[in-house]
């Protein structure tokens, strides 16, 4: 089985690394009589622990950053633990986040550059080469079945069926050949941006990714509400895909690389909604 790559999963293991090499040592028991010389018993026990295990699940999480955070650079997800490490270390926020830069450079493994925003919020750009990876993975997925029990919005069995109507359209056109094409390409020019440069391309990739990060947290189950809100967004995101983005009359690369954006949404609504929206329009 393929394993399924949650980017902020991923994400956060770097930061989790980064924030042990830079904080851990310097914030061992034996260095804490050069700020405080006196601490009672617990929370000398409490120091102890690494700097990472002190930081609430709540304290170190990775949001989608795409598109409330952006600017001039795509944020594709952002995390404020700067903020809370700042309180813990009782340092600048801003200059733990540039510390924490500095070491995700490092750490960083071409999957994606990082940001510090104004504020001390740590914002990341994942590579296109990371979020072909990831996007490839998720297609390749094979998950469990889901409780789908729910009535479909009028947009996601619209969605389901334009969806459809594309892919018959592109294998008609000799830009889909047995479903071997969607991920399986290398990136076409030697250039640092070339993939996913429309908002509302970025914005459909997003939705697809926020499924994989959902998928890999074993930390809640996935209800009914939950799929439906999966459902409901990855439909709204491909209709404004498909009203921004052009698939056909474009150039051969951009259609193959939309053309396996359509057959991962594909997919994912067959996976998502209910049986009566994807039994009867399936390519």
Excluded at 19 to 24: K, R
Excluded at 272 to 280: E, I, K, M, R
């Amino acid at each position: 089985m393929t394993l399924l790559i949650a980017p902020s999963q991923i994400l956060k293991a770097r930061l989790m690394e980064a924030i042990a090499l830079e904080f851990d040592r310097e914030f061992a028991p034996e260095f804490v009589p050069k700020f405080a010389p006196k601490f009672d018993s617990e929370l000398n026990n409490e120091l102890k622990e690494p700097i990472c295990v002190r930081l609430k699940p709540s304290q170190l999480q990775v949001k989608a950053g795409y598109p409330k955070y952006s600017s001039d650079e795509t944020c594709h997800y952002t995390t404020s633990v700067s903020l809370s490490l700042g309180n813990l270390c009782q340092l600048d926020p801003l200059i733990i986040a540039n510390r924490l830069r500095k070491r995700l450079e490092a750490i960083a493994d071409s999957q994606f550059t990082t940001q510090v925003s104004e504020k001390g919020w740590l914002n990341f750009e994942l590579s296109d080469r990371f979020l072909i990876d990831c996007l490839a993975a998720l297609y390749d997925w094979q998950p469990d079945s889901i409780n789908r029990n729910y009535e479909a919005p009028w947009e996601v069995q619209y969605a389901y069926t334009r969806c459809c109507a594309l892919l018959r359209l592109a294998e008609r056109e000799g830009l889909l050949c047995d479903r071997q094409i969607p991920f399986r390409w290398q990136p076409f020019e030697p250039k640092p941006k070339f993939l996913f440069q429309e908002p509302a391309e970025i914005q459909l990739v997003m939705a697809q990714l926020a499924i994989a990060d959902r998928l890999t947290d074993e930390s809640q189950a996935i209800s009914v509400s939950m799929t439906l809100k999966l459902c409901e967004a990855i439909a709204k995101s491909f209709l404004s895909f498909y009203d921004a983005c052009r698939i056909f009359g474009v150039s051969q690369n951009q259609a193959v690389i939309r053309v396996s954006l359509l057959c991962l949404t594909q997919k994912l609504l067959i996976f998502l909604a209910p049986a009566p929206v994807t039994n009867c329009t399936a390519l």
